[in-house]
């Protein structure tokens, strides 16, 4: 009896007490293996953003973005050299690889820029030059890039962190293999050519077997740079060579571990060893534009082992950050690759070197290669203000630090130096638009200073800093061929910057230049020549000559790209639609709304007129909205996507220049479009079902797009945080705090939008 008590007492409803805790400890184990499961799941799905890019959409047919590895903004940009002559992306579809280079510039075009330090594996005797190879099974992903060399028999991959790239090259068999690494190496190495870059000193030192150290000093390029950039490396090895040497315009040298050149000189070294069949050899190569000694804690402190796999993870894991502040739902996959690499491109460029100044020593953020702003501030700097604020505080930042030591605000730079000019002094429209969306920390009174010297203050170098033409702006109220190049886009670039700094003196009280800019933005008018017809449209911008004639043998179609004294980059059609700061204006100019939009209609169905490729035509799709059209601007954006925006190499139809273009498109397929320098939105046609963007304080706001399809592009009606939005734009604090957009959408247009159009200067104050 009592051993049955003491049985008693230690069970549970007449089950063993040890029987009752493992099958507790069972379920418990099942529990978690099924939230292991679910963990595993939403991991699986996020990464999903990361890995839906394709580096290579783009990379052909002229849009120039780069296959190679980077971070966002990151500072190294490692990937293949074809050659010979190739420019800025390094990339092209034929020709022998020649090696990779650890920097390099996405989306652009003219004359090239960087490809330093080129490292190349080979396997037989080093060479100095001609060690190029025909590749296969070329093949890129986020974080990661590779290629076969078939000259070599050599599979090389390439992953990276932001100031250091890491190698993984496996070789064949064979008595010598080679690690070549050329310091006079750069994209385009011409030395006459107007925008080539020259060699102005390369050096390099063998530390050790398994160390090799210098750096590349080059001019020129397409910011016709007069001083040198230099960039400094580290390279260490997993695998230590037996045999060594440098060699200096093109002669090697055996053994020796050190060569350096002087202008024009090129130099290199090389590390060997034998190699057993897929034998794996690792590099990792730091960069710095300060010195050696800092390329190297650059590798050491971002890459401290040689762990590839673990490198190229957190490369995924850096890009699952930076782009999961935008969430799609409801999408294709091939929706979801095509906005998802637009957003990749978006975040390449201008890169991140605070810390790498050479040329003056700062606290503040530290960013190059804006390549360029005119480019740029149409939609790239925009969409970062919504979905990366703290990122476009530090862009802005290091602008206005530039201003502070070097006296100007620039339009274009890359390697550390301020040049070329594309238009107007677009750094302005840029300031302009973080500061009416109260984007903080931002020293907005040193920045506004910055903007006066553009508005009042004549460069002596107008190619490379502020306004060309200034004075016969300020006297005449135009610029005039006699004044400067490319007239007619000055012109009208002219009239937006100042529109621009007029909104920056109104918030910070300075109300009598708010008020002198607001009346200078509408000289845009004095190049209207309201007589001139082409094409069934009247009233055209024409460049005038300082007595005030009008340009001869002038047609609306004229163009350039540099020089000349028409329009930069479109033609009249184009600039004659470009006035984003009074579009009522010249909607009343053209002759009202109907005449309007018999203008525009004109303007996209006759080819050759619009280009999507060239940045001052990024709102015009839009206008239609001013004029009462707003089923227009859905049925121009959507065609304009769907003819000219795709998958793979040829997905897109120009330059990307720096993400500019593939923001343009992120904008069109979410429906909404900023019309930049302003706080103002304006509706398109949204091709995703549901888009949420991640804002500041970790508020969303959500663009929800009811029956959307193919065929469905009209907004027939549209919500703004639950009530009834009868008006195709709202200004950024209407979403700053969050909130949703719901748009309806339908076959065939309705009545909507019945309120007032978008905002214009010429409206009644």
């Not at 009834?724 to 209407?734: C, G």
Request: charge should be neutral.
């Amino acid at each position: 009896m009592k051993g049955a008590a003491v049985m008693r007492n230690v069970t549970a409803h007449g089950r063993p007490f040890p029987i009752v805790l493992f099958q507790i400890i069972r379920l418990i184990r099942r529990a978690l293996t099924v939230l292991a499961g679910v963990l595993a799941l939403a991991a699986t799905l996020a990464a999903q953003v990361a890995n839906r890019v394709d580096p290579f959409l783009g990379i052909d047919g002229g849009g120039n973005t780069i296959p190679g590895p980077s971070l966002p903004f990151g500072m190294i940009k490692p990937g293949p050299d074809v050659g010979p002559n190739v420019a800025n992306s390094g990339w092209e579809p034929t020709g022998k690889i020649n090696g990779f280079s650890q920097t390099h510039v996405s989306g652009t075009g003219g004359g090239p820029k960087y490809g330093n330090i080129l490292v190349q594996p080979t396997v037989g005797a080093p060479r100095a030059n001609g060690y190029g190879s025909e590749r296969e099974s070329e093949q890129g992903a986020i974080g990661y890039y590779r290629v076969k060399l078939k000259r070599y028999g050599i599979d090389a991959e390439i992953t990276t962190s932001g100031r250091a790239a890491l190698y993984r090259f496996t070789y064949p068999a064979a008595r010598q293999g080679n690690i070549l690494i050329d310091a006079g190496h750069c994209l385009s190495w011409i030395s006459k050519a107007r925008e080539g870059q020259l060699i102005t000193a390369s050096q390099v030192r063998v530390e050790s077997p398994t160390e090799v150290t210098g750096s590349s000093s080059v001019t020129g390029g397409w910011n016709q740079q007069t001083n040198s950039y230099t960039v400094y490396f580290y390279a260490v090895s997993d695998t230590g060579a037996d045999r060594w040497g440098t060699w200096l315009d093109g002669r090697l040298r055996a053994g020796a571990k050190a060569a350096q050149s002087g202008a024009g000189g090129k130099t290199g070294a090389w590390l060997s060893f034998a190699t057993r069949q897929a034998q794996v050899v690792r590099l990792r190569v730091g960069i710095s534009f300060v010195s050696v000694a800092q390329a190297k804690r650059n590798a050491e402190n971002e890459i401290p082992d040689f762990d590839f796999d673990r490198v190229r993870a957190a490369a995924e894991s850096a890009w699952e950050a930076a782009l999961g502040a935008v969430e799609l739902k409801g999408v294709t996959d091939e929706e979801r690759q095509m906005f998802y690499t637009a957003l990749y491109h978006t975040m390449l460029m201008p890169v991140d070197r605070s810390g790498e100044n050479p040329l003056w020593q700062s606290d503040e953020p530290s960013y190059d290669d804006f390549y360029a702003i005119w480019d740029t501030f149409r939609t790239s700097s925009p969409l970062l203000t919504l979905i990366a604020p703290q990122r476009e505080t530090d862009i802005l930042r290091a602008l206005v630090d530039i201003d502070r030591h070097e006296g100007w605000l620039p339009d274009a730079r890359s390697g550390n130096f301020t040049g070329r000019v594309q238009g107007g002094s677009n750094a302005d429209l840029l300031i302009a638009d973080a500061f009416v969306k109260n984007l903080p920390g931002v020293d907005w009174n040193q920045a506004y200073e910055g903007l006066l010297k553009d508005a009042e203050v004549a460069p002596e170098s107008p190619t490379k800093e502020g306004r060309s033409g200034l004075e016969d702006w300020k006297r005449f109220g135009y610029v005039t061929i006699e004044g400067t190049d490319r007239p007619g886009s000055k012109q009208m670039e002219y009239a937006a910057d100042d529109f621009a700094i007029s909104l920056v003196a109104k918030g910070l009280g300075h109300d009598a230049d708010s008020h002198k800019f607001l009346a200078r933005s509408g000289n845009w008018e004095n190049l209207w020549d309201g007589n001139f017809a082409e094409g069934g449209v009247t009233g055209f911008i024409r460049p005038r000559h300082r007595d005030g004639s009008w340009k001869q043998k002038f047609t609306a179609m004229q163009s350039c790209s540099w020089g000349g004294d028409s329009f930069y980059e479109g033609n009249s059609w184009t600039y004659s639609t470009f006035v984003p700061q009074d579009v009522s204006g010249l909607v009343e100019k053209s002759g009202g709304a109907k005449s309007f939009v018999e203008r525009l209609d004109v303007f996209f169905d006759v080819p050759g007129r619009y280009d999507v490729g060239n940045e001052p035509g990024f709102l015009s799709p839009y206008l239609y909205i001013w004029a009462g059209r707003h089923d227009k601007t859905a049925e121009r954006v959507r065609e304009i996507i769907a003819r000219n925006f795709h998958t793979g190499r040829r997905g897109l139809p120009g330059n990307d220049d720096s993400g500019a273009l593939s923001s343009w498109y992120a904008f069109g397929v979410m429906g909404i479009f900023p019309n930049a320098g302003q706080d103002v939105y304006v509706i398109g046609s949204p091709a995703l079902a549901e888009v949420t963007l991640h804002l500041a304080g970790d508020r969303t706001f959500v663009i929800e797009a009811k029956n959307v399809s193919a065929s469905n592009r009209y907004v027939i009606a549209a919500e703004l945080n639950g009530k009834s939005l009868d008006r195709a734009w709202f200004r950024h604090q209407e979403i700053a705090q969050g909130g949703r957009l719901v748009l309806t959408m339908a076959e065939k247009p309705g009545s909507w939008p019945t309120g007032d159009p978008p905002p214009s200067s010429s409206d009644p104050q």
